[in-house]
């Protein structure tokens, strides 16, 4: 069993930053690729970004390459989104998910377990 909460989220100017955090319990967290999703109101869960179990591999949604960058501290069990250059489309609640697969997968249903999200919004 796995428990993540994320934090972080809030109100930004377009191009400005934040950093998402998710914090997870549960001692086999180093185990797990790690992935970050976004939901706009009206819209289908997106992927944006995952990362592997160690970390060394990453992958990110066209949209956000550049500018978001997602790593992992096994040690203290978290994973971040630092996102830059924010923009109003980015506007959407945040969720980050654990997958138990050892690869860097991009469908939401691969990620067994989720936490329940922070709010982003990006003012124009």
């Known amino acids: 069993q796995l428990q993540l909460v994320e934090s972080g989220g809030g109100l930004v100017q377009s191009g400005g930053s934040l950093r998402l955090s998710c914090a997870a319990s549960g001692h086999t967290f180093s185990t797990y690729a790690m992935g970050w999703f976004r939901q706009a109101p009206g819209k289908e869960r997106e992927f944006i970004a995952v990362?592997?179990?160690?970390?060394?591999?990453?992958y990110y949604v066209d949209s956000v390459k550049g500018r978001f960058t997602i790593s992992r501290d096994n040690a203290k069990n978290t994973v971040y989104l630092q996102m830059n250059s924010l923009k109003p489309e980015d506007t959407a609640d945040y969720y980050c998910?654990?997958?138990?697969?050892?690869?860097?997968?991009?469908?939401?249903?691969?990620?067994?377990?989720w936490g329940q999200g922070t709010q982003v919004t990006v003012s124009s």
């Open positions: 998910a654990a997958d138990r697969g050892m690869g860097t997968r991009r469908f939401a249903s691969a990620y067994e377990y």
């Open positions: 990362i592997n179990w160690s970390g060394d591999v990453t």
